[in-house]
C-alpha cells in the first residue's frame, strides 16, 4: 500500500479526479481526519472536509506508478501533523 496526499478545491477537480481513478481496476480510499471513504464515489467525497488535503491509499502497488503520474496536478505534500 502507498499513501499520497492530494487536494481537491473545487467542484471540478472532483470530477476530474473520481473520472481518473475510476479508470484503474484497484481499491482506493480517501481519509480526512477519522473519515474513510471509497476514493471511487463522489458522493463519498463531497462528505469529506475538502479544504484540507487528503490522504488517498492505493492498495494496488503494481499500479502506483501510473496513478500517481496521472494525478500529479492533484498531489501535494504531507500536512504537518
Do not use: W
Request: net charge negative; glycine share 2%.
Amino acid at each position: 500500500m502507498k499513501s499520497i496526499y492530494i487536494t481537491l478545491n473545487s467542484i471540478e477537480k472532483v470530477k476530474q479526479f473520481v473520472n481518473t481513478i475510476n479508470t484503474y481496476d484497484s481499491e482506493f480510499d480517501l481519509s480526512s481526519g477519522r473519515y474513510i471513504i471509497d476514493a471511487k464515489s463522489i458522493m463519498g467525497i463531497f462528505s469529506l472536509d475538502l479544504s484540507t488535503p487528503l490522504r488517498l491509499d492505493i492498495y494496488n502497488d503494481s499500479c502506483v506508478e501510473t496513478v500517481t503520474s496521472a494525478l500529479h496536478d492533484f498531489i501535494v505534500e504531507a500536512p504537518d501533523k
